[in-house]
Protein backbone atom coordinates (compact mmCIF):
# COMPACT_ATOMS: atom_id res chain seq x y z
CA UNK A 1 0.00 0.00 0.00
CA UNK A 2 1.16 3.61 -0.45
CA UNK A 3 0.04 6.85 0.44
CA UNK A 4 0.23 9.47 -1.63
CA UNK A 5 0.25 13.11 -0.58
CA UNK A 6 -0.54 16.26 -2.27
CA UNK A 7 0.80 18.81 0.11
CA UNK A 8 -0.43 22.25 -1.42
CA UNK A 9 -0.52 26.04 0.46
CA UNK A 10 -3.71 25.55 1.68
CA UNK A 11 -4.90 21.84 1.45
CA UNK A 12 -3.60 18.09 1.71
CA UNK A 13 -4.78 15.74 -0.61
CA UNK A 14 -4.00 12.07 0.26
CA UNK A 15 -4.73 8.52 -1.73
CA UNK A 16 -4.36 5.26 -0.51
CA UNK A 17 -3.10 2.89 -3.80
CA UNK A 18 -2.19 -0.54 -4.74
CA UNK A 19 -1.13 -2.29 -7.83
CA UNK A 20 -3.26 1.03 -9.46
CA UNK A 21 -6.11 0.67 -8.02
CA UNK A 22 -7.07 3.34 -5.41
CA UNK A 23 -8.43 2.20 -1.51
CA UNK A 24 -8.81 5.24 0.07
CA UNK A 25 -9.01 9.40 -0.27
CA UNK A 26 -9.28 12.34 1.51
CA UNK A 27 -8.42 15.96 1.95
CA UNK A 28 -7.66 18.08 4.89
CA UNK A 29 -7.67 22.07 4.50
CA UNK A 30 -4.11 22.44 7.04
CA UNK A 31 -4.63 26.73 6.22
CA UNK A 32 -7.20 26.26 8.42
CA UNK A 33 -5.71 24.48 11.71
CA UNK A 34 -4.21 26.66 14.36
CA UNK A 35 -1.59 24.32 15.69
CA UNK A 36 0.62 21.38 15.09
CA UNK A 37 -1.89 19.86 17.41
CA UNK A 38 -5.51 20.15 15.51
CA UNK A 39 -3.66 19.14 12.16
CA UNK A 40 -2.69 15.71 13.76
CA UNK A 41 -5.88 15.37 14.92
CA UNK A 42 -7.58 16.20 11.45
CA UNK A 43 -4.83 13.28 10.08
CA UNK A 44 -5.75 10.75 12.78
CA UNK A 45 -9.28 10.93 11.98
CA UNK A 46 -8.22 10.76 8.34
CA UNK A 47 -5.76 7.85 8.34
CA UNK A 48 -6.59 6.13 11.65
CA UNK A 49 -8.38 3.20 9.90
CA UNK A 50 -5.93 2.81 6.71
CA UNK A 51 -4.35 -0.25 6.28
CA UNK A 52 -1.04 -0.64 7.08
CA UNK A 53 1.29 1.45 4.85
CA UNK A 54 4.37 0.49 3.33
CA UNK A 55 5.32 3.87 1.29
CA UNK A 56 4.45 7.48 1.83
CA UNK A 57 5.09 9.73 -1.24
CA UNK A 58 4.90 13.46 -0.63
CA UNK A 59 4.82 15.83 -3.19
CA UNK A 60 4.87 19.34 -1.30
CA UNK A 61 5.08 23.42 -2.10
CA UNK A 62 3.90 24.38 1.63
CA UNK A 63 6.03 25.82 3.80
CA UNK A 64 8.76 23.82 5.48
CA UNK A 65 7.38 23.94 8.63
CA UNK A 66 4.39 21.93 7.78
CA UNK A 67 6.47 19.76 6.36
CA UNK A 68 8.43 19.19 9.19
CA UNK A 69 5.05 18.51 11.02
CA UNK A 70 3.45 16.06 8.71
CA UNK A 71 6.84 14.01 8.58
CA UNK A 72 6.28 13.81 12.35
CA UNK A 73 2.67 12.71 12.03
CA UNK A 74 3.41 10.17 9.42
CA UNK A 75 6.29 8.61 11.21
CA UNK A 76 3.75 8.91 15.02
CA UNK A 77 0.83 7.46 13.15
CA UNK A 78 1.62 5.18 10.73
CA UNK A 79 5.31 4.48 12.10
CA UNK A 80 6.41 5.13 8.41
CA UNK A 81 9.39 7.88 7.12
CA UNK A 82 7.70 9.79 4.23
CA UNK A 83 9.61 10.75 1.53
CA UNK A 84 9.32 14.29 -0.27
CA UNK A 85 9.49 13.97 -3.71
CA UNK A 86 11.99 16.10 -5.55
CA UNK A 87 11.67 17.23 -9.42
CA UNK A 88 14.57 15.50 -11.54
CA UNK A 89 15.99 16.56 -14.94
CA UNK A 90 14.03 13.31 -16.32
CA UNK A 91 11.70 10.91 -15.30
CA UNK A 92 8.87 9.18 -16.13
CA UNK A 93 8.91 10.34 -19.75
CA UNK A 94 8.98 13.93 -19.00
CA UNK A 95 12.76 15.94 -19.53
CA UNK A 96 12.22 19.10 -17.19
CA UNK A 97 12.96 22.77 -18.93
CA UNK A 98 14.68 23.83 -15.60
CA UNK A 99 18.69 24.59 -15.51
CA UNK A 100 18.43 23.73 -12.39
CA UNK A 101 15.36 20.89 -11.78
CA UNK A 102 14.63 20.54 -8.63
CA UNK A 103 13.72 24.51 -8.55
CA UNK A 104 10.65 23.52 -10.56
CA UNK A 105 8.11 22.45 -7.93
CA UNK A 106 7.01 18.76 -8.15
CA UNK A 107 3.62 19.71 -7.74
CA UNK A 108 4.24 20.80 -11.69
CA UNK A 109 6.53 17.69 -12.86
CA UNK A 110 3.81 15.11 -11.73
CA UNK A 111 1.16 16.99 -12.98
CA UNK A 112 2.94 16.84 -16.80
CA UNK A 113 4.14 13.17 -16.27
CA UNK A 114 0.12 12.79 -15.48
CA UNK A 115 -0.74 14.63 -18.29
CA UNK A 116 1.48 13.06 -20.09
CA UNK A 117 1.09 9.17 -19.29
CA UNK A 118 -2.28 10.07 -19.83
CA UNK A 119 -1.90 11.48 -23.49
CA UNK A 120 1.14 12.08 -25.68
CA UNK A 121 0.73 15.05 -27.66
CA UNK A 122 1.56 18.73 -27.56
CA UNK A 123 -0.48 19.89 -24.48
CA UNK A 124 -0.49 22.82 -21.76
CA UNK A 125 -1.03 22.01 -17.99
CA UNK A 126 -2.98 24.71 -16.10
CA UNK A 127 -3.14 24.60 -12.31
CA UNK A 128 -5.30 27.13 -11.02
CA UNK A 129 -4.19 27.00 -6.78
CA UNK A 130 -2.94 29.06 -4.39
CA UNK A 131 -0.60 30.36 -7.07
CA UNK A 132 -2.08 29.78 -11.17
CA UNK A 133 0.99 27.64 -13.23
CA UNK A 134 0.83 27.27 -17.02
CA UNK A 135 3.28 24.63 -18.59
CA UNK A 136 3.96 23.34 -21.93
CA UNK A 137 4.86 19.70 -23.02
CA UNK A 138 5.68 18.23 -26.55
CA UNK A 139 4.55 15.25 -27.38
CA UNK A 140 7.87 13.58 -26.66
CA UNK A 141 7.89 14.54 -23.55
CA UNK A 142 9.85 17.44 -23.54
CA UNK A 143 8.58 20.44 -21.27
CA UNK A 144 9.36 23.67 -22.98
CA UNK A 145 8.96 25.91 -19.38
CA UNK A 146 6.07 27.97 -17.87
CA UNK A 147 4.50 30.61 -16.00
CA UNK A 148 3.97 31.25 -12.81
CA UNK A 149 1.04 34.18 -11.20
CA UNK A 150 -1.77 34.59 -8.53
CA UNK A 151 -4.63 32.86 -8.90
CA UNK A 152 -8.12 34.92 -9.34
CA UNK A 153 -8.11 34.45 -5.79
CA UNK A 154 -4.85 35.42 -4.21
CA UNK A 155 -5.05 38.82 -6.99
CA UNK A 156 -8.75 39.71 -4.73
CA UNK A 157 -7.04 38.49 -1.87
CA UNK A 158 -3.82 40.79 -2.62
CA UNK A 159 -6.49 43.95 -4.04
CA UNK A 160 -8.57 43.67 -0.70
CA UNK A 161 -5.60 43.73 1.66
CA UNK A 162 -3.82 46.53 -0.30
CA UNK A 163 -6.43 48.88 -1.15
CA UNK A 164 -8.43 51.42 1.34
CA UNK A 165 -12.29 51.08 -0.30
CA UNK A 166 -12.54 48.24 -2.29
CA UNK A 167 -13.96 46.36 0.27
CA UNK A 168 -15.77 43.73 -2.01
CA UNK A 169 -17.77 40.72 -0.99
CA UNK A 170 -18.17 37.69 -3.92
CA UNK A 171 -19.21 39.20 -7.12
CA UNK A 172 -19.76 37.36 -10.74
CA UNK A 173 -18.36 37.59 -13.79
CA UNK A 174 -19.46 40.07 -16.35
CA UNK A 175 -18.83 41.77 -19.40
CA UNK A 176 -19.77 45.48 -18.08
CA UNK A 177 -19.35 45.59 -14.13
CA UNK A 178 -21.59 48.12 -12.39
CA UNK A 179 -20.83 46.99 -8.55
CA UNK A 180 -17.74 46.77 -7.16
CA UNK A 181 -17.65 43.20 -6.22
CA UNK A 182 -18.18 42.01 -9.65
CA UNK A 183 -15.91 44.24 -11.04
CA UNK A 184 -13.52 42.56 -8.98
CA UNK A 185 -14.29 39.34 -9.68
CA UNK A 186 -14.75 39.98 -13.36
CA UNK A 187 -11.45 42.16 -13.44
CA UNK A 188 -9.25 38.72 -11.61
CA UNK A 189 -10.58 35.92 -13.69
CA UNK A 190 -10.27 37.59 -17.06
CA UNK A 191 -6.55 38.58 -15.98
CA UNK A 192 -6.23 34.63 -15.25
CA UNK A 193 -7.87 33.92 -18.84
CA UNK A 194 -5.72 36.34 -20.72
CA UNK A 195 -2.86 34.78 -19.27
CA UNK A 196 -3.63 31.16 -20.21
CA UNK A 197 -5.21 32.81 -24.04
CA UNK A 198 -1.56 34.38 -24.38
CA UNK A 199 0.64 31.37 -23.12
CA UNK A 200 -1.30 29.00 -25.89
CA UNK A 201 -0.99 31.65 -28.51
CA UNK A 202 3.00 31.26 -27.47
CA UNK A 203 2.72 27.41 -27.23
CA UNK A 204 0.54 27.40 -30.63
CA UNK A 205 3.23 29.03 -32.47
CA UNK A 206 6.41 26.88 -31.16
CA UNK A 207 4.47 23.58 -31.82
CA UNK A 208 2.81 25.13 -35.39
CA UNK A 209 -0.74 23.66 -33.72
CA UNK A 210 -2.95 24.29 -31.21
CA UNK A 211 -2.04 22.67 -28.03
CA UNK A 212 -4.51 20.68 -25.81
CA UNK A 213 -5.28 22.27 -22.71
CA UNK A 214 -5.57 20.52 -19.33
CA UNK A 215 -7.43 21.96 -16.47
CA UNK A 216 -6.29 20.90 -12.65
CA UNK A 217 -6.62 22.22 -9.25
CA UNK A 218 -8.68 23.21 -6.38
CA UNK A 219 -9.85 26.59 -8.38
CA UNK A 220 -10.17 25.58 -11.56
CA UNK A 221 -14.03 25.77 -10.99
CA UNK A 222 -13.59 29.31 -11.68
CA UNK A 223 -11.82 29.54 -14.97
CA UNK A 224 -12.74 26.19 -16.57
CA UNK A 225 -16.59 27.41 -17.85
CA UNK A 226 -14.29 30.29 -19.70
CA UNK A 227 -12.14 27.49 -21.18
CA UNK A 228 -14.71 25.32 -23.22
CA UNK A 229 -11.86 23.42 -24.96
CA UNK A 230 -10.23 22.67 -21.64
CA UNK A 231 -10.05 18.84 -20.50
CA UNK A 232 -10.66 18.77 -16.65
CA UNK A 233 -8.63 16.64 -14.55
CA UNK A 234 -9.13 16.89 -10.58
CA UNK A 235 -6.41 14.90 -9.74
CA UNK A 236 -3.45 15.28 -11.79
CA UNK A 237 -0.67 15.79 -8.71
CA UNK A 238 -2.19 12.21 -7.31
CA UNK A 239 -1.83 10.47 -10.73
CA UNK A 240 1.41 11.54 -11.07
CA UNK A 241 2.81 10.53 -7.60
CA UNK A 242 1.23 6.95 -8.53
CA UNK A 243 3.22 6.86 -11.76
CA UNK A 244 6.24 8.11 -9.32
CA UNK A 245 5.60 5.10 -6.98
CA UNK A 246 5.13 2.37 -9.44
CA UNK A 247 7.94 3.18 -11.80
CA UNK A 248 10.98 1.27 -11.45
CA UNK A 249 12.97 4.89 -11.64
CA UNK A 250 11.42 5.71 -8.01
CA UNK A 251 14.05 5.99 -5.51
CA UNK A 252 14.11 7.71 -2.22
CA UNK A 253 13.52 11.49 -2.42
CA UNK A 254 15.06 13.79 0.21
CA UNK A 255 14.31 17.35 1.68
Not at 168 to 174: V, W, Y
Amino acid sequence: MNLLVDLGNTRLKWMLESGGATIAHGAVAHADTSSAAALSLALSLAWGGLPRVAKICIASVAPLAIDVEIEAIAKQQLDVAPEFLRSPAFALGIRNAYAEPERLGIDRFLGLAAAHAAHRRAQIVVSVGTALTLDALDADGTHLGGWILPSPALMRDALLARTARVGAADGRITEFADTTADAVHSGTVNAAIGAVERFRTNAERHFAKKPALVVTGGGADELAPMLPDAERRDDLVLDGLALWASSPEFARGSR
